[in-house]
């Protein structure tokens, strides 16, 4: 067994034409946190592009698995068997379009909720007991004022504007302390932290 580590994926298509795209949040969260740490997601293993860093004073796989949005459970579990790691040692990242864009939601359970990757993991790995990041992506409105319902492949797959995209920025920069938080203070502790709804102006 890989003694404390942990294994942090994010969620996403592979490809230029989606780097940017809604869907492509976990990629993106997960490259910024190697971007911080100076590593580069360059080694293949587990059917994904990975690196091994320090976070938070643990030892982390940082993951990106290649095999498309909706099988990312079979490089998921790979990684994990490889690792001889656990599903509570993983923390997925990953778009939620339920959300808003600028929110940031974590959760140790819960259905995928219509999520294509957080299904295929949840069906690999035989349990929907894992550490979840999800980043709100939003649903936008239609010409006519109506929402966009859940699923929106659309929207999803569409490249994210320039003001959606600073947006994202400062979330993806909380969605790292999210997870340093859950890997020093538990899962618990972190949603405590990082699910609070924020004040509305004139609040404190």
Same mark, same amino acid.
């Given at each position: 067994m890989?003694?404390?580590m942990k294994l942090i994926v994010g969620l996403g298509n592979p490809g230029i034409e989606y780097q940017f795209t809604p869907h492509n949040a976990g990629f993106l969260a997960v490259d910024r946190i190697a971007e911080t740490l100076g &590593?580069?997601?360059?080694?293949?293993? /587990? @059917?994904?592009?990975?690196?091994?860093?320090?976070l938070a004073g643990n030892d982390v796989l940082l993951a990106k698995p290649e095999t498309f949005m909706n099988l990312s459970?079979? %490089? &998921? =579990? =790979?990684?994990?068997? +490889?690792l001889q790691l656990a599903p509570e040692d993983l923390i997925v990242l990953y778009d939620e379009l339920a959300?808003?864009?600028?929110?940031?939601?974590?959760? +140790?359970? @819960? %259905? =995928?909720? /219509?999520h294509n990757g957080a299904k %295929?993991? %949840?069906a690999t790995l035989g349990t929907d007991v894992w550490n979840r990041v999800r980043i709100g992506v939003g649903k936008p409105a239609l010409p006519d004022g109506r929402q966009i319902k859940a699923g929106g492949k659309e929207y999803l797959l569409e490249p994210l504007r320039k003001q959606e995209l600073q947006v994202l920025d400062e979330v993806l920069d909380r969605a790292q302390r999210a997870v340093e938080k859950v890997l020093t203070h538990g899962m618990g502790a972190a949603?405590? +932290?990082?699910? @609070?709804?924020p004040p509305r102006d004139g609040e404190e």
């Open positions: 890989t003694q404390g &590593v580069q997601l360059a080694n293949r293993r /587990g @059917r994904a592009l990975t690196a091994r860093a320090r459970g079979l %490089s &998921v =579990a =790979a990684l994990l068997q +490889e959300f808003p864009l600028g929110t940031l939601q974590l959760t +140790e359970r @819960r %259905s =995928a909720n /219509g %295929s993991i %949840s949603m405590n +932290e990082f699910n @609070r709804k």
